[in-house]
């Protein structure tokens, strides 16, 4: 069940305090009451709300220092709407300059109470999508196909999207997890809410923590991934990569559904669903102790299993199409046509990249081809340049083979995948050895191997 939009109301009198609070819940919606302040900071610490009402004229502070304070140290928590007696225009640039979204006048007029709430609970709203928008990789979001493999795994996520439940995503590098997580949250009663990605992986074991889980200190609040998914859904890409003190901490989170920020001794509550995805057997690591064991089971409330894309060979035709026309509108790419030759050749090729492999050789095609229609032969040599990576990989005592007859953005790519799969290699599979050998910092370096469709777990790596 998803909660309802909470509103923190900041007042120094009482009887305005409590119209304003028995007129908001009769139309639905939570209310936290703060008279002063110190209060407010307070509420706002313990529970994050979706947009405050906050008074001027205050004893201890007045609202328009206390919108200062937090317009300073790092942004507004949310839509903040003054409620003023007798303000002045100089009042009202003030508020506006720091970040005010309206006004409501005393006395407060209920039809306008209501409205101004529900325009700033969707400016809230569209300002959360914009900003999850920014952070998404430019790849494509839809579980595309009408294969029986995918109308199955379409079927699943329609039963799971009614309930509330955490679903573990179990599936092989580059199956598209975090596509059928999307899908999930688009179809749940939570869609409104934001959809945070956390990437296990990719964040730097010694600011990890601050990150998932936030920081209070004198200088204010800090909210973690894990409290800005509140309201939505909380993706946990490659879980298995969190070390034992977080796995431990999230374990906590997930049984008391509150957390404590860094720095922090009150417990948040939080309100978000949890879907894990992993490439790795949870069960073998839980099993050798290298994964919480009771974690596993908290995120295996429902599993499921995303089919590699060998499986799904009936999709091809249409994620080819799906695919040519996405790059072609991204990349301001001329569309190509992939004949039912084409089609057929890619149905039967093993796709060991699965979804990954595909959309690279979609836009490999897109970009060095010409030509309405992809031909035969351009398919085979992308596929054989593959094949031969995959047979050769790049060692001390062999030099990379350069295609000197390749765009010097592909030779550059060619050049850049087998540099860092051969550090790689002499790193041992440590990507953090692997980040301090080649000087990159680990996050920048975690996405130019994803670019690049290296994963530092496969055992023989995709597409080398």
Same mark, same amino acid.
């Given at each position: ?19 304003? @609070? ?83 006048? @005393? ?48 079927? %699943? ?19 598209? @997890? ?219 005592? %062999? ?23 051969? %550090? ?8 953090? @050895? ?31």
């Amino acid at each position: 069940m998803v909660s309802p939009a909470r509103i923190l109301v900041v007042d120094d009198e009482p009887d305005i305090r409590a119209t304003i @609070k028995d007129i908001l819940e009769d139309e639905g919606y939570a209310v936290d009451l703060a008279e002063s302040a110190a209060a407010a900071r307070e509420a706002r610490r313990a529970r994050t709300p979706d947009v405050v009402l906050l008074d001027i004229w205050m004893p201890d502070l007045d609202g328009i220092s206390l919108l200062r304070e937090w317009s300073e140290r790092g942004g507004l928590p949310c839509p903040v709407v003054m409620i003023s007696g007798h303000g002045t225009v100089e009042t009202a640039v003030e508020a506006t300059r720091l970040g005010a979204w309206d006004f409501i006048e @005393k006395p407060i007029s209920l039809t306008k109470l209501l409205l101004v709430v529900s325009h700033a609970l969707e400016a809230g709203r569209l300002k959360r999508e914009n900003e999850g928008l920014r952070r998404q990789l430019p790849a494509p979001a839809e579980l595309v196909g009408s294969g029986r493999a995918t109308q199955a795994l379409r079927a %699943q996520i329609d039963k799971l999207a009614a309930h509330d439940t955490g679903v573990l995503v179990q599936g092989e590098p580059g199956t598209g @997890k975090e596509t059928l997580a999307r899908a999930l949250h688009e179809r749940s009663a939570r869609r409104a809410g934001p959809f945070v990605t956390v990437a296990a992986g990719a964040i730097a074991r010694e600011h990890a923590a601050v990150a998932l889980f936030g920081v209070e200190d004198a200088n204010g609040v800090q909210h973690g991934l894990i409290e800005q998914a509140n309201g939505g859904t909380l993706f946990l890409d490659e879980v298995a990569d969190l070390d034992p003190e977080l796995q431990l901490r999230l374990s906590s989170v997930i049984e008391r559904r509150a957390l404590i920020r860094c720095g922090g001794h009150e417990p948040v509550a939080i309100d978000a669903r949890i879907v894990a995805a992993t490439a790795q057997d949870l069960e073998a690591l839980a099993t050798a102790g290298r994964f919480r064991e009771e974690l596993y089971y908290q995120l295996k409330v429902v599993p499921l299993a995303v089919p590699p894309l060998r499986e799904r060979s009936d999709d091809i035709p249409e994620l080819l199409r799906y695919h040519a026309d996405w790059f072609a509108n991204r990349d301001k790419l001329p569309y190509r046509h992939f004949p039912v030759a084409v089609q057929n050749r890619l149905r039967h090729y093993a796709w060991p990249g699965n979804l990954r492999e595909l959309r690279n050789l979609v836009q490999r095609l897109l970009v060095l081809g010409s030509g309405a229609d992809v031909g035969l032969d351009e398919v085979e040599l992308a596929l054989g340049q593959s094949a031969t990576a995959a047979a050769a990989p790049a060692s001390a005592a %062999q030099a990379p083979a350069i295609d000197f007859g390749l765009p010097l953005r592909e030779a550059r790519e060619q050049f850049e995948r087998a540099y860092l799969l051969h %550090q790689l290699d002499a790193a041992g599979g440590s990507v953090g @050895k692997l980040a301090k050998a080649v000087g990159m910092e680990r996050t920048h370096l975690y996405r130019k191997l994803k670019d690049l469709d290296i994963d530092p777990r496969a055992p023989v790596r995709e597409g080398t």
